[in-house]
């Protein structure tokens, strides 16, 4: 018998999936990162696949081969799966709703999955998007769901992110729902080393923290997977690739030290005292930068956008 | 040096490498009868072996002419140098008759291969007007016969049908063809239905012995989903009532989701060293616990 079928602590979520006969992987757990890469595995909330956003970088456009225009599962077939999983697993979880597909693309059901998330209080569910249109979230606080925007330096945003909210609107939205007193998480994903960067960045990190204090920060390079690439077809985004990691291809190690420091920096010195973490980096660079995330496949030390 | 002579029957004796095994004696009869009418049309092919004659081709004639207890019979005398050179000659007489059964055919061509006379399968192809390709395929189901213990009744041409499946599955395969289950003609198509199956319905092959038309039906369905829930059933299911079943669940899913999930269940001790595990399994109902070893 493999020793990946061991049921251990460890390894005890992968073994959670929901479905349906017809959509059999709307829950299950997300654990494809090599143990060379520091990421604590989460569940993923597959309630839809592709995103209209279509930003030149997404990972989509390789897991979706191409296809990346949205499609969202019927409720029907959504709700029960949440139940049995609010039902049998015991520890609590956060589901990621964004990972396959925006959060916030299609309200009219995301509005009902994160009603269904207020019917327990063990689990939460994660919206990470790249959106403005919180008006369903601003109706009532679901205590059960915390809001992650995806943000960037506008100039990137304009280059890269055609179709999503300009970067203030994201903020602006993140503002009025940390207001009314939802959990509100910020990733800067990913960091471009464009001309100028560190202005870029520093006003971007200057106007978001003039409007609100996200919980957690997390911080990305841009990750050149190699079904990324193949489906990809704007690739000026890949020029500053140099090296190859365990998680596609990546920016050079001094010049991701050198951008992750600028930022622990800024933000010390604007005052933000809550976590900030690195997504999807190289166990080198935590350790080039003097963390320490713990151990394959807990990461217990790492508080980052997708985990407790 | 070739001779034509009338030689007694009594000093013919019938060649133990011969390729053909079974005489049917009805169909000697026959041939005594048609000898007794209008005599023997062609000599038998013999070779010199001391006092006696060894036959090369026409064993049938020399039993029917001994039914008809005739003293002498009409033979063409070979100058032949071994034995092998005996066989060669005796099969290239028999081997593009069509009524030699498979297994004689196997026999007699991996005789003569491994006389070690000849050091390729083309030389020996060239020497009895076979192709190299039909000398290696012949060759090869008469050692994967042996390996998958097929009876006299299976040809050649199911056994290679058969190959590129692991010998558990060709084992199964050539079980149900001498039952009757599975037509020789709908070999191949079975095998090739086989190969593209997942792992479940190979299982339910060996283990649940699932008819092979159930099986064709199965491997249709494309959602593996669907297709567990069905091989679940299948054993009760004729390959109409998969269908039936199939279309059933379609229509189920459309009005009421069907809940599939997996999640750990169960403790299990390891023998080996005492811990315990949890034990995880694939279906809604029915837990399949997993032995663990460490």
Same mark, same amino acid.
């Given at each position: 018998m493999?020793?990946?079928?061991?049921?251990?602590?460890a390894?005890?979520?992968?073994?959670?999936?929901?479905?349906?006969?017809?959509?059999?992987?709307?829950?299950?757990?997300?654990?494809?990162?090599?143990q060379?890469i520091v990421?604590?595995?989460?569940?993923?909330?597959?309630w839809?696949?592709?995103c209209?956003?279509?930003?030149?970088?997404?990972?989509?456009?390789?897991?979706?081969?191409?296809?990346?225009?949205?499609?969202?599962?019927?409720l029907?077939?959504?709700?029960?799966?949440?139940?049995?999983?609010?039902?049998?697993?015991?520890?609590?979880?956060?589901?990621n709703?964004?990972?396959?597909?925006d959060?916030?693309?299609?309200?009219k059901?995301?509005?009902?999955?994160?009603?269904e998330?207020?019917?327990?209080?063990?689990?939460?569910?994660?919206?990470?998007?790249?959106?403005?249109?919180?008006?369903?979230?601003?109706?009532?606080?679901?205590?059960?769901?915390?809001?992650?925007?995806?943000?960037?330096?506008?100039?990137?945003?304009?280059?890269?992110?055609?179709?999503?909210?300009?970067?203030?609107?994201?903020?602006?939205?993140?503002?009025?729902?940390?207001?009314i007193?939802?959990?509100?998480?910020?990733?800067?994903?990913?960091?471009?080393?464009?001309?100028?960067?560190?202005?870029?960045?520093?006003?971007?990190?200057?106007l978001?923290?003039?409007?609100?204090t996200?919980?957690?920060?997390?911080?990305g390079?841009?990750?050149?997977l190699?079904?990324?690439?193949?489906?990809?077809?704007?690739?000026?985004?890949?020029?500053?690739?140099?090296?190859?990691?365990?998680?596609?291809?990546?920016?050079?190690?001094?010049?991701?030290?050198?951008?992750?420091?600028?930022?622990?920096?800024?933000?010390r010195?604007?005052?933000?005292?809550?976590?900030?973490?690195?997504?999807?980096?190289?166990?080198?660079?935590?350790?080039?930068?003097?963390?320490?995330?713990g151990?394959?496949?807990?990461?217990?030390?790492v508080?980052?956008?997708?985990?407790? | 040096m070739?001779?034509?002579?009338?030689?007694?029957?009594?000093?013919?004796?019938?060649?133990?490498?011969?390729?053909?095994e079974s005489?049917?004696?009805?169909?000697?009869?026959?041939?005594?009868?048609?000898?007794?009418?209008?005599?023997?049309?062609?000599?038998?092919?013999?070779?010199k072996?001391?006092?006696?004659?060894?036959?090369?081709?026409?064993?049938?004639?020399?039993?029917?002419?001994?039914?008809?207890?005739?003293?002498?019979?009409?033979?063409?005398?070979w100058?032949?140098?071994?034995?092998? *050179?005996? !066989? @060669?000659?005796?099969? %290239? #007489?028999?081997?593009?008759?069509?009524?030699?059964?498979? /297994?004689? +055919?196997?026999?007699?061509?991996?005789?003569?291969?491994?006389?070690?006379?000849y050091?390729?399968?083309?030389?020996?192809?060239?020497?009895?007007?076979?192709?190299?390709?039909?000398?290696?395929?012949?060759?090869?189901?008469?050692?994967?016969?042996?390996?998958?213990?097929?009876s006299?009744?299976?040809?050649?041409?199911?056994?290679?049908?058969?190959?590129?499946?692991?010998d558990?599955?060709r084992?199964?395969?050539?079980?149900?063809?001498e039952?009757?289950?599975?037509?020789?003609?709908?070999?191949?198509?079975?095998?090739?239905?086989?190969?593209?199956?997942?792992e479940?319905?190979?299982?339910a092959?060996?283990? *649940?012995? !699932? @008819?092979?038309?159930? %099986? #064709?039906?199965?491997?249709?369905?494309?959602?593996?989903? /669907?297709? +567990?829930?069905?091989?679940?059933?299948?054993?009760?299911?004729?390959?109409?009532?998969?269908?039936?079943?199939?279309?059933?669940?379609k229509?189920?899913?459309?009005?009421?989701?069907?809940?599939?999930?997996?999640?750990?269940?169960?403790?299990?001790?390891?023998?080996?060293?005492n811990?315990?595990?949890?034990?995880?399994?694939?279906?809604?109902?029915g837990?399949?616990?997993?032995?663990?070893?460490?």
């Amino acid at each position: 018998m493999n020793n990946n079928d061991l049921f251990t602590p460890a390894n005890e979520f992968k073994y959670y999936k929901y479905g349906t006969t017809k959509y059999p992987n709307i829950i299950r757990f997300f654990d494809k990162t090599p143990q060379t890469i520091v990421c604590p595995h989460f569940f993923e909330l597959n309630w839809g696949y592709g995103c209209r956003f279509d930003c030149a970088y997404c990972y989509l456009k390789g897991t979706l081969r191409g296809n990346t225009d949205p499609r969202y599962l019927p409720l029907k077939h959504i709700l029960p799966c949440l139940k049995e999983a609010f039902k049998e697993i015991s520890k609590p979880s956060i589901f990621n709703s964004g990972e396959l597909t925006d959060s916030l693309n299609f309200p009219k059901v995301m509005e009902r999955i994160v009603d269904e998330f207020e019917t327990q209080d063990k689990h939460k569910l994660l919206l990470l998007t790249k959106s403005a249109n919180v008006d369903f979230l601003l109706k009532k606080l679901r205590r059960q769901t915390i809001a992650s925007f995806s943000i960037n330096a506008p100039k990137v945003s304009d280059r890269w992110e055609k179709k999503t909210a300009p970067p203030i609107y994201r903020i602006e939205s993140g503002k009025k729902l940390s207001d009314i007193g939802y959990t509100v998480r910020v990733r800067i994903d990913p960091i471009f080393p464009i001309e100028n960067w560190k202005e870029e960045y520093g006003e971007l990190v200057d106007l978001l923290l003039s409007k609100f204090t996200p919980e957690r920060i997390t911080l990305g390079t841009p990750r050149g997977l190699a079904k990324t690439l193949m489906f990809a077809k704007d690739l000026s985004w890949t020029k500053w690739f140099t090296e190859k990691t365990g998680w596609g291809k990546k920016l050079s190690t001094p010049l991701r030290k050198e951008i992750y420091l600028f930022f622990f920096d800024k933000l010390r010195e604007s005052g933000f005292k809550n976590p900030v973490a690195i997504c999807k980096e190289t166990i080198d660079m935590w350790k080039i930068l003097g963390k320490n995330p713990g151990r394959f496949p807990y990461w217990e030390d790492v508080k980052c956008n997708c985990v407790w | 040096m070739v001779e034509v002579k009338l030689i007694s029957v009594d000093r013919v004796r019938p060649n133990p490498l011969q390729p053909r095994e079974s005489f049917d004696k009805e169909k000697i009869k026959e041939l005594a009868d048609s000898v007794r009418e209008a005599g023997l049309l062609q000599p038998l092919v013999v070779r010199k072996k001391g006092e006696t004659y060894q036959i090369i081709a026409g064993e049938r004639r020399w039993r029917a002419l001994n039914f008809l207890k005739r003293e002498k019979i009409p033979a063409i005398v070979w100058d032949v140098k071994d034995d092998t *050179d005996a !066989l @060669e000659k005796s099969v %290239v #007489e028999n081997l593009h008759r069509e009524d030699l059964t498979s /297994i004689e +055919r196997e026999n007699v061509i991996t005789h003569l291969w491994e006389s070690g006379k000849y050091k390729t399968y083309d030389e020996l192809g060239k020497k009895i007007g076979k192709t190299r390709g039909t000398i290696e395929n012949i060759i090869k189901a008469k050692r994967d016969r042996e390996r998958l213990h097929a009876s006299q009744s299976i040809s050649s041409r199911t056994i290679l049908d058969t190959v590129g499946l692991p010998d558990k599955e060709r084992k199964e395969v050539v079980k149900r063809v001498e039952c009757g289950e599975l037509g020789t003609h709908k070999v191949r198509d079975f095998v090739r239905t086989i190969k593209k199956s997942p792992e479940p319905i190979r299982r339910a092959i060996i283990e *649940d012995s !699932l @008819e092979s038309e159930i %099986v #064709e039906e199965v491997a249709k369905i494309e959602r593996p989903e /669907i297709q +567990r829930q069905v091989l679940k059933q299948a054993k009760k299911l004729s390959s109409e009532g998969v269908r039936d079943y199939v279309k059933a669940i379609k229509e189920r899913e459309e009005s009421e989701p069907i809940l599939i999930k997996e999640a750990p269940v169960g403790i299990l001790k390891c023998p080996v060293c005492n811990k315990k595990f949890k034990v995880i399994h694939q279906e809604p109902k029915g837990h399949k616990l997993v032995e663990v070893f460490s």
